[in-house]
């Protein structure tokens, strides 16, 4: 295994550690992750909101300066993959179960169950319950995603750095980013990503158990899930050793293409007038609500600090946590496109497909529970999904449809993170060994597994809420360090606005003073 490096170890070390804590002391694992996570939550709610608006601000920045011409790449870079494929290639990544496990779970629950307004069980409530999925899920969560894919694609493909999260910070800590500080924080990153990954893997063996378990009484606990997770498993390496622009390529599209026949589905049998309704007040609502939702914090209000607690701030976690993988992953296939363009689609592309699929998938568990014909909110979050089919045509077809797709969103997710976790550990290279993939795949699902055998769905949170504070310290220094190395490019081109001084004096000669370049 030359390609291995010293991150490799240490961060192969911790992880290890961590899964056999969880096999061997699991009680002990989820009383200390739950008192972690108990007071980061308290502590540091304020610090998550105020970062993820500094993340907005900064990509809509970028998009609208002229600094957004500059291509990540050489300027005779032209792009890997078709912007079709590029764009399902960064969702399935980005996206994935999330969107399968909380796509009627989410919306139904602030309905019915918690309310992010204290609106429970109303017209208005139902609104409110849309307003705020789309918070999670939208342009607030993909500025995470696109400020770290934004950094280490310029660092990796306009500035020639390794593939490294430490690399990126090269212009803030100067030559400490090839020493210790630079290892310890890609050790950091590496710790991060598995944690994120192997929490969206215990989400999707839930929730294929889940479905199992309310269709056909098969029993829903650990041992049927780590079943799953074992097949799944077998089934992704296979995946992951066919490599990027086959197995995930192929795959991503797979993804987008079930992912679209279930939503017509849903969208044609269900009410399809009340959801385009639903879609288009919940968008205007979002949107008018955008800052006061972002830095809403209720400071005099216990009980919508604590729903605060557990969505948006464990939401904010969970997207920074998978924040290295994603970020590598998307710079890895974005090669080729202009800053302004990257900024575009990874922002607004994903938000809008994730609101029409809330939309429909949360309007129709909505329904459901108004109707009183099965009470959706009484179910385990996991089979939430399963028992709204129940009250639609060819319910059993589009229960099976929903369970394939998980598991190929689970593939696909998993696979990716073998794909990042080897880059990332094997000293930036872009097509890691097949060797360091399948080690990295057999920990991403056993460290799933010690998850879920210590806590279940708490632990799979308390862990990622804990994962993603140091990370989000780097984030910040990495966005530092891309505004420093941009704004010294910008000038080296000539482009950018001029201050005000200098544009006074260039008034009378415009065209002496012109001295813009193709960017």
């Given at each position: 295994?030359?390609?291995?490096?010293?991150?490799?170890?240490?961060?192969?070390?911790?992880?290890?550690?961590?899964?056999?804590?969880?096999?061997?002391?699991?009680?002990?694992?989820?009383?200390?992750?739950?008192?972690?996570?108990?007071?980061?939550?308290?502590?540091?709610?304020?610090?998550?909101?105020?970062?993820?608006?500094?993340?907005?601000?900064?990509?809509?920045?970028?998009?609208?300066?002229?600094?957004?011409?500059?291509?990540?790449?050489?300027?005779?870079?032209?792009?890997?993959?078709?912007?079709?494929?590029?764009?399902?290639?960064?969702?399935?990544?980005?996206?994935?179960?999330?969107?399968?496990?909380?796509?009627?779970?989410?919306?139904?629950?602030?309905?019915?169950?918690?309310?992010?307004?204290?609106?429970?069980?109303?017209?208005?409530?139902?609104?409110?319950?849309?307003?705020?999925?789309?918070?999670?899920?939208?342009?607030?969560?993909?500025?995470?995603?696109?400020?770290?894919?934004?950094?280490?694609?310029?660092?990796?493909?306009?500035?020639?750095?390794?593939?490294?999260?430490?690399?990126?910070?090269?212009?803030?800590?100067?030559?400490?980013?090839?020493?210790?500080?630079?290892?310890?924080?890609?050790?950091?990153?590496?710790?991060?990503?598995?944690?994120?990954?192997?929490?969206?893997?215990?989400?999707?063996?839930?929730?294929?158990?889940?479905?199992?378990?309310?269709?056909?009484?098969?029993?829903?606990?650990?041992?049927?899930?780590?079943?799953?997770?074992?097949?799944?498993?077998?089934?992704?390496?296979?995946?992951?050793?066919?490599?990027?622009?086959?197995?995930?390529?192929?795959?991503?599209?797979?993804?987008?293409?079930?992912?679209a026949v279930l939503f017509l589905a849903v969208f044609l049998l269900g009410s399809s007038v009340f959801t385009l309704n639903l879609f288009t007040d919940s968008l205007g609502a979002y949107f008018q609500n955008f800052i006061n939702m972002g830095l809403r914090i209720a400071p005099l209000n216990e009980e919508i600090r604590g729903w605060i607690n557990d969505w948006t701030i464990f939401y904010w976690a969970w997207w920074i946590a998978w924040a290295p993988f994603v970020g590598v992953f998307i710079a890895r296939?974005?090669?080729?496109?202009?800053?302004?363009?990257?900024?575009?689609?990874?922002?607004?592309?994903?938000?809008?497909?994730?609101?029409?699929?809330?939309?429909?998938?949360?309007?129709?568990?909505?329904?459901?529970?108004?109707?009183?014909?099965?009470?959706?909110?009484?179910?385990?979050?996991?089979?939430?999904?399963?028992?709204?089919?129940?009250?639609?045509?060819?319910?059993?077809?589009?229960?099976?449809?929903?369970?394939?797709?998980?598991?190929?969103?689970?593939?696909?997710?998993?696979?990716?993170?073998?794909?990042?976790?080897?880059?990332?550990?094997?000293?930036?290279?872009?097509?890691?060994?097949?060797?360091?993939?399948?080690?990295?795949?057999?920990?991403?699902?056993?460290?799933?597994?010690?998850?879920?055998?210590?806590?279940?769905?708490?632990?799979?949170?308390?862990?990622?809420?804990?994962?993603?504070?140091?990370?989000?310290?780097?984030?910040?220094?990495?966005?530092?360090?891309?505004?420093?190395?941009?704004?010294?490019?910008?000038?080296?081109?000539?482009?950018?606005?001029?201050?005000?001084?200098?544009?006074?004096?260039?008034?009378?000669?415009?065209?002496?003073?012109?001295?813009?370049?193709?960017?």
């Open positions: 295994m030359k390609k291995a490096t010293l991150v490799f170890y240490v961060s192969l070390a911790i992880v290890a550690g961590l899964v056999l804590m969880g096999i061997a002391m699991p009680s002990s694992l989820e009383r200390i992750t739950s008192v972690a996570q108990s007071f980061i939550t308290n502590s540091f709610g304020w610090y998550y909101l105020v970062l993820i608006m500094v993340f907005v601000v900064a990509c809509v920045y970028l998009f609208i300066s002229p600094i957004g011409r500059i291509k990540l790449g050489k300027q005779d870079a032209k792009p890997e993959f078709s912007r079709p494929t590029w764009i399902a290639m960064l969702f399935s990544a980005g996206m994935g179960i999330g969107l399968i496990f909380y796509g009627a779970y989410e919306p139904l629950s602030h309905y019915a169950v918690s309310s992010p307004t204290g609106e429970l069980g109303t017209d208005q409530g139902a609104k409110d319950a849309l307003r705020y999925t789309f918070f999670h899920y939208g342009i607030h969560g993909w500025a995470i995603y696109g400020v770290i894919g934004l950094v280490l694609a310029y660092f990796t493909f306009r500035k020639g750095e390794l593939s490294l999260i430490s690399r990126t910070l090269r212009p803030i800590i100067g030559k400490h980013a090839d020493g210790l500080v630079g290892k310890i924080i890609d050790v950091v990153a590496v710790v991060s990503t598995v944690l994120g990954v192997a929490t969206s893997l215990g989400f999707g063996a839930m929730q294929i158990n889940g479905g199992l378990s309310y269709l056909f009484d098969v029993p829903s606990n650990f041992t049927i899930q780590a079943i799953i997770i074992f097949v799944v498993t077998v089934l992704f390496m296979i995946s992951a050793l066919t490599g990027l622009s086959k197995g995930i390529k192929i795959l991503s599209n797979v993804n987008m293409g079930l992912a296939v974005s090669k080729g496109r202009t800053i302004r363009e990257f900024v575009f689609c990874v922002l607004v592309v994903p938000s809008i497909i994730a609101f029409l699929w809330f939309t429909n998938f949360g309007s129709a568990a909505i329904t459901t529970e108004m109707a009183g014909a099965i009470s959706l909110s009484s179910l385990a979050p996991e089979e939430t999904l399963f028992g709204m089919f129940e009250t639609f045509p060819f319910s059993m077809a589009l229960s099976i449809l929903a369970m394939i797709l998980i598991g190929t969103f689970f593939i696909t997710s998993a696979d990716s993170g073998t794909f990042v976790l080897g880059m990332m550990t094997a000293n930036g290279t872009l097509n890691p060994s097949n060797k360091i993939k399948v080690i990295w795949g057999v920990l991403l699902s056993l460290t799933s597994a010690a998850l879920l055998y210590s806590g279940g769905l708490q632990a799979l949170q308390n862990t990622m809420i804990i994962a993603a504070l140091p990370f989000s310290v780097i984030m910040i220094i990495m966005l530092a360090s891309l505004f420093k190395a941009l704004n010294k490019e910008a000038k080296e081109l000539g482009i950018g606005q001029l201050k005000m001084k200098e544009s006074k004096k260039s008034m009378p000669n415009r065209s002496e003073g012109k001295t813009s370049k193709a960017v």
